[in-house]
Each structure stands twice: as C-alpha cells, then as structure tokens.
C-alpha cells in the first residue's frame, strides 16, 4: 500500500473535496474506487467503523474521515505548499463555519430537490434560493470565498458545481437566476486542474441521481 | 495571563451546552469576558445581528467580529490565546479529536435529545441508540485512540473534553426525568469515570450549573411537550435538540 491512500467512490462530492486538495498540495497517492452502492470493503469497514463510509484518507495506515476533516488534515500534514485555511484565527473561523454550512445547508437542502417531490420539493427549493442568495452574498466580488486564493470553502464548495443541472432539471428552476456570482465562481474553479480533475460531468451526475431515486424509491 | 486587547462578550443560554462549552474555554484560557443571557426563544436584536445564519447562541463577540458555532469559537479561542493549548499540535491528533467532535454533535447529542422528545417504542430504539454511541466512545478510551489517557486531551482538558463533558450532564438528567438507564458505570466504567472526573474540575464546576436547576429546567420543558398535542413547538425541538 501506498503512503497515501484515498477510498473514494467516483461521484461522490465528499472524496473529490479530497482529491482536489490532494491535487492543490502536488501529493501523490493512491485512489481505491468502493462500490458504495454495494458490499464495502473489509478496508474500508477497517478503516471507518463508525461511520463505514468514503471517504476515508489513509496516510501511513492511519485513516482520517469525514470529508473537511479530511481536507484540514492534508493542510496541515502538507503546509509547505498552497495553504488552504489562512493563518489568520478570524478568518480561519469564517472559513470553517461557510465549509460547515456548505455540509449543513446547502448539502442537507440541496439532496432534498431530487429526494422530494410535489410542495415538499417546492418548498425545498425555496429554502435552497435563500441558501444560494447566502453564498452569493458571501462570496461578493471576490475571485473565490477564500480571496484571491483557492481556499478551504472553495474546495468544499466545488464538488457541487456539477450537481448544478441536477438540481435546476429536478426541482425546476435557474441557479444563474438566483446566484450569478456563483455560477461564475463555479467556473473559474472548472479551470483550476485539480478541480477539472476531480469532478463528475453534470450529466453523469445526473444519471447517478437517477439512480439514487431508484434506490430511495422516488418517482 | 494576556487579557484580550479588546473585550470579549459572549452572548449564550444558561441552559445550553453549547454555551457552556464556550465558557469553559474561556475560563481555562484564563480569559474575563462579559456574559449576555439570551431567550432561547426570542433571539434578541443583538444576536439576529451576529448571528444572522443560525440566530442561534452561543455567539462570541471579540474586536468588533462576531464568532458561531461552538466547535469553531473553540478553535477561534485556542488560535488567538495560544497559552494552555485545548488542541494537539499534531495534525493526525488534530483530526481524530475534530472526527470525535464532530461523532458528539452529529451522533451522540441528537440521539440523546431524542431520548428527551420521545416516548414510547420511539424512545426504546433512542434509548438504543445512545448506548450505541457511548459504546464506541467507551472503545475508544479503553482500547483506541484515547487509550490510557485521564482527559481527551491528554493530562489535561482539551477541546474534545469540552466538547463532550458540556452536554453528558444532560444524561443523568434525562436518566432521571425520563426514568431510562442512559450511562450505566457498569456497561461504561471508563467513560463514567472519565465523566466524573472532568465534573470535577474547579473550572467544570463554575460552569455547569447545579443539577438541581437542570433536572427542574428538563422537568419544565418536558411537561410542556407532555401538555402539547402530539407535534411539538419547533421552539421545543430547538430546546431538547440543543440540550443534548
């Protein structure tokens, strides 16, 4: 096994935020694909007992989980290059609360446009214009949430960019409409290679949304 | 100690762990600071103006900036006053205690909020449920990464201890309120005896309040929920909710 190791399953918004700054900070590592939608590996159950999910970043046989945790860690085992958190303790803290609210709010709310239908669906919209008008208040004419540098937001924010087509084709509506600053935020990260990289094609994502409708039985 | 060049205030409920967590790290840093009581329910200007995403305490208030969400304003404070560091300086410690953080509040604490909500088979399976997770806690600190140490952190409190200290007094509480068996000694000897522990710390105990005034506080809100039709108030949600 490789010094690092990343379980990841393709799709998944989670793994690419960590393959993504995995790529910002040049690191080399080696990615295991989990059929999560099937049996999980004996490595992966190993690794995540509590939560037995990807992904999981195993770095000298030692696993760290759970996605921004993941992310803060590759920071600060690898801090000689790219710095994705500042040093500042203020901003590190507006940081780390607009990455929790990308998980909380903008996360939670935006799987409940595919999950949901009829009013239960259209008041989820709603609820996810005021989160997008959130962001795109917060982001402001900044070339990404972090500054002038990629940063910590940015990476846990990116991975959704593809989950855009999904979201508007599911729930019915335009988030260039709603958040414009965003949208464009969206695509200068797709010109970053490491997000070019990692990221899923929107209409890949889109059939892997089918798929999950299938599975939680939704139609 | 280095007292803050500006003021600290925090804003927060007596009641609310996450308040407590909070006051805590202020305390072991040493730090003096002016305390704002909030309504739980009826969030005052002050705090819909720092606090305008959640509007929810606790909220920090330092140079001019305003600070939420617990586990963040614990960081923010160990960063800023770097005396008596509450967070390992190792990246890997760093992430196994931020992993455990995040186990309490998105595990742990609504599980035994639920305990707290619910009646019936409803709270058996919670009941359940919050075993569940002291089980694996009780692992960690028996056989894992946790292993042989008094506090989470080590010799002494750290954010992790914080983090979970400020809110298992809820279980002997609801033990008592609800009448269910939450935090055995006998099925959770290490996690009992670490709880005991850290209840006695002097800065512990300036800043939980007395059980008296919590079990009165739970027996309060419960009979309100008790008296209402079988949906709870969202304010009652957000009550037993944060009080896990």
Known sequence: ?219 | MDQPAFSVKLLGSWADSHTHRVQLALKLKGLEFEYQEEDFINPSPALLLHNPVYKKVPALLHGGRSIVESVVILQYIDETWTDNPIMPADPFERAVTRFWCHFTDDKLAPAVGLVFSSSGEGQKAAVDQVHENLKLLERELKDGAFKGRRFFGGDKIGLLDIVLGCGSYWLAVFEEVMEVKLIDPESFPVFHAWLRDFEEQQEVKETIPAIDRLLEYARGIRQMMLSLSNSSSSSINNAAASSG
């Open chain 1, 1 to 219: 096994m490789k010094a690092v190791v990343l379980l990841d399953f393709w799709a998944s918004p989670f793994g690419q935020r960590c393959r993504i700054a995995l790529a910002e900070k040049g690191v080399e590592y080696e990615y295991r694909e989990e059929n999560i939608l099937g049996a999980k590996s004996p490595l992966l159950l190993k690794s995540n007992p509590v939560y037995k999910k990807v992904p999981v970043l195993i770095h000298d046989g030692k696993p760290v989980c759970e996605s921004l945790i993941i992310v803060q860690y590759i920071d600060e085992a690898w801090p000689d290059h790219a710095p994705l958190l500042p040093a500042d303790p203020y901003a590190r803290a507006q940081a780390c609360f607009w990455a929790d609210f990308v998980d909380m709010k903008f996360n939670e709310c935006g799987s409940r446009l595919w999950k949901l239908k009829g009013e239960a669906q259209a008041a989820a919209k709603e609820e996810f214009i005021g989160i997008l008008k959130l962001l795109e208040g917060e982001l402001g004419d900044k070339k990404y949430f972090g500054g002038d540098a990629f940063g910590f937001v940015d990476v846990a924010l990116a991975p959704f960019v593809s989950w855009f087509y999904s979201y508007e084709t599911c729930a019915g509506f335009s988030i260039e409409e709603a958040a414009p600053k965003v949208v464009a935020w969206g695509k200068r990260c797709m010109e970053r290679e490491s997000v070019a990289n990692a990221l899923s094609h929107p209409d890949k994502i889109y059939e892997m949304v089918g798929v999950l409708k299938k599975k939680f039985g939704v139609e």
